[in-house]
Each structure stands twice: as C-alpha cells, then as structure tokens.
C-alpha cells in the first residue's frame, strides 16, 4: 500500500480491519496457552520439528517410550493409546509428522534462529493467519484502486472484515494444533500467491513478482502437498498474454519458468524430504500414524465419497439447541462404507452465505477479461476461484470431513467473494447490480460473520476453557430470550423420577434411556444388561462413565430411579443461575446422582455437557426395537418441602 495511492483517511478502514482480524486471530490462539504443558497431544509438534530440522535430522527429538516400541503391533490403537504421541507417525523407532514441513522452515526455524527461543506453535498459527490477511488486504487494496476506485474505503475495511469470516479463521484458530497449522499456512501462501499473479500483471511482467509468486507457491505445496494441482493453475495464469505488444511471449515465458523453476524445485525437496526420512518419494507418514483408530489399508480417496462429502461441505445444516451457543455441528443418519472421520461440520450455503458473492465477482471478471485496467483482477479471481475447485476435487474424495478443510476449500473463494463484493457496491462498476442484490448481500455478510463466531465458540467446547471469561459474558447476555421463554412458559427444571420397562428378552448390552447434548457431545443415562436377571446403570458423557452402579437384580421387569445431573438445567453461564446462592449453584451444576430406593449414588464432576433443548430426550417407547429397555414415564421430582 503505497502511500502516494489513496489518501490516509482512505486507508484507514482496510488498516483498521486488518488490525482487527489479526489481534482477533492472535486472541483466539492464545487461549490455548494453558495447555502448554501438554506436550503428548496437538500443541508442539511443529515445535518439535523446528528442533529436529535444527539438529540436522527429520525425526522429531522426541523419544518413542520403551513400552511403545516393546508392543507385538505398536500400530494398533487400543494398545498403544498409553504410550503414543498423538497423531505422529512412528518409523523404525522414530516419531515423524505426515504434514508438510514448509511452516517450520518458513518460520519456526527462522525464529529460532533469530531470537534463540521457539515460536510456540500456536503463535505460529496466528502468525500465518495475519500474514495472509495482510496479502489479501494488498491484493483487494490495488484491485479497488485500480477497477473499483469508487468504493469507499469504509466499505473496502468491512469487505476485509467480511473475508476474515468467510475464509472460516476464527473457527479453524479455535485449536491451533499442528493439523490446523500447515492448512492456515497454505491459505496464507495461495493469497500471496494470487497478490504476486496480480502484481506480475501491473508491473508490465516483471520476472522479479513471477519469482515471488513462484516461491509461495513452493511453499504452499510445501505445507499441504495436496495443493499442487492449485499451484499448477495459477502458474499457468503467468503466460496469459498481456493487452499491446509488451511484454513478448519469450519475456512471459521467461517469467513463468523463474516461477515454474521454484515450484519445481519445492516438489523435488518435498519428495526428497519424504525419501530421506520413509525411504519412499511419496510417503508422507500416513501409513505408520498413530491415531485413535487403525487405517492400515484404509482408501483415503475414493470417488464414492463425493456425494456425501459435497453435501456435507455445502450443504448439511447444523443442530439448533436453545442456549448459546445455538448452533452445533451437523451430524448425519448414516455414513458411507470406510468412512474414518467426522468433526464439527458446517454446510457453507449456511453458514457462510456471503460467498455466494462469488458469483458477482465470477461474472464482473467475465465480463473484464478483455479490459485491460481490470484483466490482472479477472485473472486473479480465476485463478482463486480454480483453487477452490481443484481443492473440492480432492477434499470430496477424501475418507473424512473435518472443519479444518473448510478453509482449505474456501481460501480461493474468499478472494472471489471479495471481489465479488466490491463489484456490488462499487458505483463505478461495470456490472452494475440493485439494491435487493446489495440488500442480500449485507444480510448474508452479518449472518456469515455472527454464525462463524457462534461456531467458533461451539467447536469441541474449546472456548468454554480457553476463554472462560468472555464466554459466561457472551452466553449470559445472549441467553437472556431463552430465560425469558422459560419464564413465560414456566418451566421448571431439577431431577427427574424416572419408571424404566425391562423386558424380559431384552439382550444383554446397553440402551440409552435418557439423553441430552450434540453429536460428539452427548450425556446420557443408560441401562446395561450383564446377565439373565441383572442390570447397571450408567452416567455417561460420551464414552467416558461419570458414574456407574454395581450390577443388581430387578424384579418384575420394572425398575423406579430418581435421576440428578448438570444436564437436567440451562448452562453454567445462563442466567436461570442469577437467583442462586453460590454454593446451591455449584452443587446443581456438578451433581450427578442415581437413587433407586436401595441406595442412592452419587458423585460430583464437572464433565457434563450443555443440554440440547429444555427437556432430555428420552426412549419412550419399545419402536422398532421391542426386545430394549425403555422408559415408560418420566417426570420432575417433587420439589423438597
């Protein structure tokens, strides 16, 4: 941004904006801090391979335990939960990272190098954030000057804004671990990139912003390997001629082989890298990673998951609860064959609606392709909106969907939906659209920016922790609607008497009787068979047991409880609480019990999630599973006199 290009009032909304977006993504980072002291899980790994690359080796300077290495398959997941670090890949006695290494070598090492200290990864994160929002901050910059000089630079700042949203960065910032870190390094790359492709074709041709655009590519490739086809495409874009006779085609050619040396050059050494730590060019690690499940010979990419993947990425729509923060993950009835992985997904055309935009930008660099003021523009949003086609092309035949590719998909988009939103409001546009289309526009922008905060907050209850403050502060003050609709509704909560029918074929195993929460994220009350006449009950969250009873007979098939736990009530930080003593709030907030007449159990904790909706779901009828448990009534306890 030169300052003999626009005026400092100018200026200052894009400035203002990106100040913003990138304290916003260091503040959301940071709040993992308190975790630094796990160092078996997600929040060093890049750390470690900083250290490696500084010792002169690929491995991580991290010792497999003795017990790891001992075990007659140290690949299968139920023996080595204890011993694994999480996720890395273990080969010939070593820990190594199947992502790619360009994040460490761009700036870890760097880093170290310069200060003697390591950049903690979660930093790292929220530096590559901030480094792209400054490229795309460059790049709308100039484009505004140079095709949209009529839109204000308030305007230009909440476009910037908007785009900080609509890339998904304070979602995928939530947990700044090292899956997360070398896909905001990628996105980072792919906007520098398209800045450098921008700058190439208003510098006349300069070979010196091919180089430029060359490296990020490189680099880009170098934090997901995925992205070569991306990388490709956009180098492509370097030959498109230019309007007049200036530069020749040997001149483009001759800058686009500077870029395609580079990129080159960055795939060899990521092969090599590959060779000289698994001995194979195109082994990244994930055949030897140690995770939760067993994917030896599992089909990462198989076109069968297209269908799926595509209207999970797009189009599935989340759960709705009645407490901040309203909306939660979507979770379908059923999965394809060999699917692996599911986490906290969100359908675009819902949540971020704004880039829908795209299309405005898609038409206006259509209909510019031949100008030559705008041609560098047009072909930088082809060359965005490409990358989000070839990365849906891979993203789509993947073998699981996790929140952390939406950035992945939509980077290249952003930059469309950017632009597409400058040609909307530029009154100077040459596509010029109504207000209805500008009206649609702001209010998918405020949905897009509200409903990614709310999914920030939602995702895997990390904010709950990391933040805790500003999260019983934004929960308290937005569940006010729902405390007033308790209130006119009077509903009462606190624990429930509960009249459960065992049949008597029913098989031995578990039923879920009463339930409330999300998908990943469910408390439970369920009832297991051990034997011909006994039974045991059970407080769950998730998997993880709260509480369990011994096993005891039950006597004509019925059985009477009275039920106490946390997620019977509206959330900690709801204001249903204001009118409790701290001690009662405390008690209500962490007790789980199980009383069925004999001897009551009972426990406290704090491992409970937020209730789906104001009443438990409960299995109140034999359906289509007549041989299960089920509950026949449930009721509010009597309140104590």
Same mark, same amino acid.
């Given at each position: 941004?030169?300052?003999?290009?626009?005026?400092?009032?100018?200026?200052?909304?894009?400035?203002?904006?990106?100040?913003?977006?990138?304290?916003?993504?260091?503040?959301?980072?940071?709040?993992?801090?308190?975790?630094?002291?796990?160092?078996?899980?997600?929040?060093?790994?890049?750390?470690?391979?900083?250290?490696?690359?500084?010792?002169?080796?690929?491995?991580?300077?991290?010792?497999?335990?003795?017990?790891?290495?001992?075990?007659?398959?140290?690949?299968?997941?139920?023996?080595?939960?204890?011993?694994?670090?999480?996720?890395?890949?273990?080969?010939?006695?070593?820990?190594?990272?199947?992502?790619?290494?360009?994040?460490?070598?761009?700036?870890?090492?760097?880093?170290?190098?310069?200060?003697?200290?390591?950049?903690?990864?979660?930093?790292?994160?929220?530096?590559?954030?901030?480094?792209?929002?400054?490229?795309?901050?460059?790049?709308?910059?100039?484009?505004?000057?140079?095709?949209?000089?009529?839109?204000?630079?308030?305007?230009?700042?909440?476009?910037?804004?908007?785009?900080?949203?609509?890339?998904?960065?304070?979602?995928?910032?939530?947990?700044?671990?090292?899956?997360?870190?070398?896909?905001?390094?990628?996105?980072?790359?792919?906007?520098?990139?398209?800045?450098?492709?921008?700058?190439?074709?208003?510098?006349?041709?300069?070979?010196?912003? #091919? @180089? +430029?655009?060359? &490296? !990020? %590519?490189? *680099?880009?490739? $170098?934090?997901?390997?995925?992205?070569?086809?991306? /990388?490709? =495409?956009?180098?492509?874009?370097?030959?498109?001629?230019?309007?007049?006779?200036?530069?020749?085609?040997?001149?483009?050619?001759? #800058? @686009? +082989?500077?870029? &395609? !040396? %580079?990129? *080159?050059?960055? $795939?060899?050494?990521?092969?090599?890298?590959?060779? /000289?730590? =698994?001995?194979?060019?195109?082994?990244?690690?994930?055949?030897?990673?140690?995770?939760?499940?067993?994917?030896?010979?599992?089909?990462?990419?198989?076109?069968?998951?297209?269908?799926?993947?595509?209207?999970?990425?797009?189009?599935?729509?989340?759960?709705?609860?009645?407490?901040?923060?309203?909306?939660?993950?979507?979770?379908?009835?059923?999965?394809?064959?060999?699917?692996?992985?599911?986490?906290?997904?969100?359908?675009?055309?819902?949540?971020?609606?704004?880039?829908?935009?795209?299309?405005?930008?898609?038409?206006?660099?259509?209909?510019?392709?031949?100008?030559?003021?705008?041609?560098?523009?047009?072909?930088?949003?082809?060359?965005?909106?490409?990358?989000?086609?070839?990365?849906?092309?891979?993203?789509?035949?993947?073998?699981?969907?996790?929140?952390?590719?939406?950035?992945?998909?939509?980077?290249?988009?952003?930059?469309?939906?950017?632009?597409?939103?400058?040609?909307?409001?530029?009154?100077?546009?040459?596509?010029?659209?109504?207000?209805?289309?500008?009206?649609?526009?702001?209010?998918?922008?405020?949905?897009?920016?509200?409903?990614?905060?709310?999914?920030?907050?939602?995702?895997?209850?990390?904010?709950?922790?990391?933040?805790?403050?500003?999260?019983?502060?934004?929960?308290?003050?937005?569940?006010?609607?729902?405390?007033?609709?308790?209130?006119?509704?009077?509903?009462?909560?606190?624990?429930?008497?509960?009249?459960?029918?065992?049949?008597?074929?029913?098989?031995?195993?578990?039923?879920?009787?009463?339930?409330?929460?999300?998908?990943?994220?469910?408390?439970?009350?369920?009832?297991?068979?051990?034997?011909?006449?006994?039974?045991?009950?059970?407080?769950?969250?998730?998997?993880?047991?709260?509480?369990?009873?011994?096993?005891?007979?039950?006597?004509?098939?019925?059985?009477?409880?009275?039920?106490?736990?946390?997620?019977?009530?509206?959330?900690?930080?709801?204001?249903?609480?204001?009118?409790?003593?701290?001690?009662?709030?405390?008690?209500?907030?962490?007790?789980?019990?199980?009383?069925?007449?004999?001897?009551?159990?009972?426990?406290?904790?704090?491992?409970?999630?937020?209730?789906?909706?104001?009443?438990?779901?409960?299995?109140?009828?034999?359906?289509?599973?007549?041989?299960?448990?089920?509950?026949?009534?449930?009721?509010?306890?009597?309140?104590?006199?």
């Amino acid at each position: 941004m030169t300052p003999s290009r626009g005026s400092l009032p100018d200026r200052l909304g894009i400035l203002l904006a990106l100040g913003i977006c990138a304290g916003a993504a260091f503040w959301i980072a940071d709040g993992v801090a308190p975790w630094d002291g796990d160092r078996s899980n997600v929040w060093h790994h890049y750390e470690y391979l900083a250290d490696a690359f500084m010792g002169g080796h690929t491995y991580l300077p991290v010792q497999p335990p003795p017990e790891l290495l001992k075990l007659r398959d140290p690949y299968d997941p139920v023996a080595n939960a204890p011993y694994r670090l999480w996720d890395a890949s273990l080969y010939q006695g070593k820990y190594y990272l199947y992502y790619g290494p360009a994040p460490a070598i761009a700036l870890m090492v760097p880093w170290r190098i310069l200060t003697g200290h390591r950049l903690p990864q979660r930093m790292a994160v929220a530096i590559f954030a901030a480094a792209g929002l400054a490229a795309l901050a460059l790049l709308l910059w100039e484009v505004r000057l140079a095709c949209f000089p009529g839109l204000s630079g308030a305007a230009l700042g909440g476009i910037l804004f908007v785009a900080f949203h609509a890339a998904w960065l304070p979602v995928i910032l939530r947990r700044p671990g090292f899956w997360e870190l070398p896909i905001v390094a990628a996105a980072a790359c792919l906007w520098w990139a398209l800045y450098f492709l921008w700058r190439f074709r208003e510098s006349g041709g300069r070979p010196g912003w #091919a @180089a +430029a655009a060359g &490296a !990020a %590519l490189a *680099l880009m490739m $170098g934090c997901r390997a995925t992205t070569v086809f991306e /990388a490709g =495409f956009v180098l492509l874009l370097l030959l498109a001629p230019f309007p007049g006779l200036a530069p020749g085609k040997i001149a483009r050619l001759r #800058a @686009a +082989a500077i870029a &395609a !040396a %580079l990129v *080159l050059a960055g $795939g060899i050494a990521l092969l090599a890298y590959n060779h /000289a730590r =698994f001995g194979r060019w195109l082994e990244f690690g994930q055949s030897y990673m140690l995770t939760g499940d067993d994917n030896r010979g599992a089909g990462f990419f198989n076109p069968s998951y297209i269908p799926f993947n595509a209207w999970t990425y797009l189009s599935s729509v989340p759960e709705f609860g009645p407490y901040f923060p309203f909306v939660h993950g979507a979770w379908p009835a059923r999965f394809p064959p060999g699917y692996l992985m599911f986490e906290a997904m969100y359908g675009a055309f819902f949540a971020v609606p704004v880039q829908f935009a795209a299309a405005a930008g898609l038409l206006w660099a259509w209909r510019s392709r031949r100008d030559p003021a705008m041609q560098g523009a047009a072909l930088a949003v082809a060359g965005a909106a490409a990358s989000t086609l070839f990365a849906g092309a891979i993203l789509f035949c993947w073998q699981g969907a996790c929140s952390r590719y939406i950035v992945e998909l939509v980077a290249g988009w952003t930059v469309a939906t950017s632009v597409g939103l400058m040609a909307l409001f530029g009154s100077d546009a040459p596509v010029r659209f109504g207000r209805p289309a500008r009206a649609l526009a702001v209010a998918a922008a405020c949905w897009s920016v509200a409903c990614v905060w709310l999914a920030s907050a939602e995702f895997r209850g990390f904010m709950r922790v990391t933040n805790p403050a500003t999260y019983r502060a934004v929960g308290h003050a937005l569940d006010y609607p729902s405390l007033w609709w308790i209130r006119m509704k009077a509903i009462r909560f606190g624990p429930v008497d509960v009249d459960v029918r065992i049949p008597d074929a029913s098989p031995v195993g578990r039923t879920i009787l009463v339930a409330s929460g999300f998908p990943e994220k469910v408390n439970q009350l369920a009832i297991e068979r051990v034997g011909r006449d006994q039974v045991r009950l059970i407080l769950a969250g998730n998997a993880d047991s709260v509480l369990e009873t011994q096993p005891f007979a039950v006597g004509g098939g019925q059985l009477h409880l009275r039920l106490a736990a946390p997620w019977l009530y509206p959330p900690a930080e709801h204001p249903y609480w204001d009118g409790f003593g701290e001690a009662a709030r405390v008690e209500l907030q962490t007790l789980f019990s199980v009383d069925r007449g004999a001897r009551a159990l009972s426990t406290h904790s704090g491992r409970s999630f937020e209730a789906s909706g104001f009443e438990p779901d409960v299995r109140d009828a034999p359906g289509p599973a007549p041989g299960l448990p089920y509950v026949e009534a449930l009721r509010l306890a009597p309140l104590k006199p």
